[in-house]
């Protein structure tokens, strides 16, 4: 099935768009109200909130180019260092803006 | 005063959506049409992979696919907030639920490790990054062409770094370690062989499993506690 993009088309897309999105804002907690949440369920529960944010940059680092890399790279050598998320990315930006201007 | 807290990442926010707004009318979408996306959708990721799919026409069910798929995230983001959010009223969960975006959550998610429940950057942050979002999609669809290249000056690393500070910030025990080290490489296998825009999901759910079968000790103690405090 496919909608043409006409003006009434496109509404279209974009309501179904916000509900597909919609549904996946909800649905992590809608389904959790039926789970009894238990030491292990606690457990599983953070650290899986961590390897979100693993299984998002790894493959960003990897498919990267080497802005990419030396952007991530300085980020985590001064969030280490230092322990400030702002001043972690701006130092990453800037390493990111510096590898490509020279490179 | 969790909406000033991330204002600054906010700006970054509106560089995003300008690029998104400029793709949205290079598109073929109206002004209006490209605002209505991000303001009804507001998923930057998505709404980009939309537009690589715009034609005449659009299929339904490859649309729906991807967005679910890039999406699907939010799905584990709002279980890890679960905890918490069981504790407010139906209305309010959900209501908090409609602002859930990386950032945000990045933030409460990560106090949350750390005993702190704050709700507040999920409604003060979510706010500030969607009025960004619109800001920006308002500036590409009309000034788009003054943002020519934002690689050049890093601006597409932002989620990425910022992300990446948000998890070393967080607790770093042993069990953690090796749960990163394999939803790191799952997501990896999973980027690599699997069909696109499933490697998150699969690689925080191989996370997880680590701590499913691996409790940290104590893990019991401070699971009632938190129960004890919610009433």
């Known amino acids: 099935m496919a909608i043409e993009t006409t003006s009434l088309g496109i509404l279209g897309l974009i309501a179904i768009m916000a509900l597909v999105t919609l549904v996946t804002r909800f649905g992590g907690v809608f389904l959790m109200s039926f789970v009894r949440i ?3 369920i606690e457990s599983f529960i953070n650290t899986m909130a961590s390897s979100v944010l693993i299984a998002i940059i790894v493959p960003m680092a990897v498919a990267g180019d080497m802005g990419a890399l030396a952007a991530l790279l300085a980020t985590g050598v001064t969030m280490l260092v230092v322990r400030k998320p702002l001043a972690a990315i701006s130092v990453g930006l800037v390493a990111a803006a510096g590898v490509r201007y020279f490179w | 005063m969790e909406f000033f807290r991330m204002l600054p ?53 490859p649309l729906i696919a991807v967005v679910f798929a890039i999406n699907s995230r939010h799905l584990l983001m709002g279980a890890s907030l679960y905890p918490m959010l069981k504790n407010v009223s139906p209305g309010k969960r959900y209501g908090l639920l409609l ?14 490790q750390s005993g702190r429940h704050n ?15 619109l800001v920006g999609t308002t500036l590409g669809v ?51 062989w699997l069909p696109p825009n499933m490697h998150v999901v699969v690689g925080a759910l191989a996370g997880g499993a680590i701590g499913l079968f691996w409790l940290e000790p104590g893990a019991r103690k401070t699971t009632e506690g938190e129960a004890g405090d919610g009433h």
């Open chain 1, 38 to 40: 238990s030491p292990r």
């Open chain 2, 119 to 133: 709700l507040e950057v999920i409604l003060g942050g979510g706010l500030v990054i969607w009025l960004a979002w």
């Open chain 2, 142 to 192: 009309y000034f788009g062409g003054l943002l020519q290249n934002p690689k050049a000056l890093g601006l597409d690393m932002v989620l990425g770094c910022f992300l990446f500070s948000m998890a070393l910030g967080g607790k770093k025990t042993p069990r953690v370690l090796v749960a990163w080290l394999v939803a790191g490489g799952a997501s990896l296998a999973a980027w690599k």
């Open chain 2, 99 to 112: 602002l859930l975006t990386d950032a945000n959550w990045a933030v409460s998610a990560q106090e949350y």
């Open chain 2, 9 to 61: 990442i906010s700006f970054f926010v509106v560089a995003f959506g300008a690029a998104f707004g400029l793709a949205a009318v290079q598109a073929g979408l109206t002004p209006l049409e490209s605002l209505l996306m991000s303001t009804t959708v507001f998923a930057g990721a998505s709404q980009f992979a939309a537009l690589d799919m715009w034609g005449t026409e659009v299929s339904v069910l």
